[in-house]
Nanobody, 125 residues
Framework: QVQLAESGGGLVQAGGSLRLACAAS?????????MAWFRQAPGKEREFVAV????????AYTNSVKGRFTISRDNAKNTVYLQMNSLKPEDAAVYYC?????????????????WGQGTQVTVSS
């Protein structure tokens, strides 16, 4: 079992930055898991944002955040991060951290076995 806890959300003006963190605690080695961020805005389905492989060597992003968001991980700290720059009002959502039980994973929510409770990101225009 893997427990995930997100932090770092909040209110920011458009054009600003936030850094989300997701701390994992489990009886399993954190580096056994590919990690991802998803988000869900009110009235919309949960959507993929970014994924990172077990060692950080491979990352992928949804098109709308490419060049603005960066996913990274620190396996020594059992933590994955999402640096969000140049935020836009359409980035506002609850952001969820997810862990897959494999070293590499994709963009589909069904590929992930563990989920955090989410952290709210609000972007004012």
């Amino acid at each position: 079992q893997v427990q995930l806890a997100e932090s770092g959300g909040g209110l920011v003006q458009a054009g600003g930055s936030l850094r989300l963190a997701c701390a994992a605690s489990s009886g399993r080695t954190f580096s056994n898991h590919a990690m991802a961020w998803f988000r869900q805005a009110p009235g919309k389905e949960r959507e993929f944002v970014a994924v990172i492989s077990w060692n950080g060597g491979s990352t992928a992003y949804t098109n709308s955040v490419k060049g603005r968001f960066t996913i990274s991980r620190d396996n020594a700290k059992n933590t994955v991060y999402l640096q969000m720059n140049s935020l836009k009002p359409e980035d506002a959502a609850v952001y969820y951290c997810a862990a897959a039980s494999r070293l590499y994973s994709g963009r589909n929510s069904f590929e992930y076995d563990y989920w955090g409770q989410g952290t709210q990101v609000t972007v004012s225009s």
